[in-house]
Structure formats: C-alpha cells, structure tokens
C-alpha cells in the first residue's frame, strides 16, 4: 500500500483553467503538506495542515487554495492557472517525531 | 529567519572515488537537519537525519555547530547513488504539531563509471 499517495501524477492544461490535485495518507498522521518544487529543482514548503487545520501558510498566492475534508486528505485547488505554476507538487504527511514521508509528486504542465 | 545553502549545484565523480556534498545552514535556534535523496523522477526519500547519527547506503553526516555544517559524505561513490540530494532544516514545531522543512537548492550528484 501507498502510504501518501497523489492524483494525477501527470497534468497538461491550459492557462487560465481551474485545476485540483489530491492527496491522500493512510499512515494515520495528523500532519499533512504541500511542498513545490519549481524547474529549477528548488523545493519550498506551500501549506501545513494539522487536523484540518491550517497551521503553515507560506507566501502563496490566494489562488492556491488547500482543502482538508478530513486529516487522511489535502486537496490543492488552483484557480486561473498561470506558466509559473508549472512545477512538481509534492504531498507529504508526518506526526510528531516523525519526518515527512512524501508523495510521487504530480507534475503540472501549464501551457 | 533559516536558511540552508548548497553551494554546489552539480557534482560529478568517477566510480570509487569519494563523494562529499556540501550543506551550510542558518538557525537561531537548536537545529534539526536532514539529508533527503530523489531518484530520478521519484518521490523524496528520507536518507538521514543527524539526531540518529547513522550510516545509510554509506552516507554519513556530521552536524558542526561552530561552522553551521552537516556536510554529506561517501567514501566510495556508487553509480546508483546518481540522484538529487537536499540537505533539510527543520525549524520549530507550530502548535506542537507538524515541521517546517526549510530545504536547501539541491545537488545533483553524478556519479560515472
């Protein structure tokens, strides 16, 4: 079994669309992340959530928004899709005293 | 505010030949740092962290507080260690739950035969 699994792994769309990626965890953590890694490999933290609760919110545009309808799953929402979203999105999961286990990774293409 | 610096992008090694990967980091407080390991094309893999002061796939690390360092070495460089390595900071805890990975720009390492 998966532990932190993403859907879909791959994503081509147009600017200007509306897009989710999901992300679901069966290692029972109540901790869960999103994580960007750009083209040129940087990796920087997006969001926290703990419980469903938000608790890291690093600077990132309102059009992402992330949704916890229960602390198995975060959900990325992107509004109005922009070149620059084009990355790898990364889910990842932890409690405490553990470190993030991480996703595959989805992989969006904005053209 | 933390920071972790890899001042080497890219380090391509021979086959044999020992591998050291550079990590300098800025915290005001008591570190806990990480290395992590992406294959090509696969998820982050927890490689190791200092507080465990373990050797894995024969990486070593140590954590130098007085030059702000937890360099990443190997002393015989295999080709599947070929792959992205991000040193890791983890700052404090929010609400008693949940990190705040602060990674470093990557080194890719390739090692050819």
């Known amino acids: 079994d998966t532990a932190v699994s993403q859907t879909p792994k791959y994503l081509v769309t147009q600017m200007g669309n509306d897009k989710s990626i999901k992300c679901e965890q069966n290692?029972?953590?109540?901790?869960m992340y999103w994580y960007k890694q750009d083209s040129k490999k940087f990796l920087k933290i997006m969001f926290s959530y703990n419980n469903k609760e938000l608790i890291i919110n690093e600077t990132v545009p309102n059009r992402f928004s992330p949704k916890s309808p229960d602390k198995a799953h975060l959900n990325l929402h992107i509004n109005s899709l922009e070149l620059g979203d084009s990355a790898v999105y990364f889910c990842a999961s932890s409690q405490v005293g553990t470190v993030e286990t991480f996703g595959s990774g989805t992989r969006l293409t904005v053209v | 505010a933390q920071r972790v610096t890899q001042p080497e992008k890219l380090l391509s090694v021979f086959k044999g030949a020992p591998v050291e990967l550079k990590c300098n980091y800025s915290y005001s407080g008591s570190p806990e740092l990480f290395w992590y390991v992406q294959y090509s094309r696969q998820r982050l893999q927890l490689l190791l962290r200092h507080i465990s002061r373990e050797s894995i796939k024969g990486f070593t690390a140590d954590l130098n507080k007085g030059e702000t360092s937890f360099h990443l070495k190997k002393p015989f460089a295999q080709e599947e260690d070929s792959a992205m390595y991000y040193c890791a900071l983890s700052g404090p805890r929010i609400k008693a739950a949940g990190n705040k990975l602060t990674f470093g720009g990557g080194t890719r390492v390739l090692v050819k035969p």
């Open positions: 290692l029972g953590h109540d901790t």
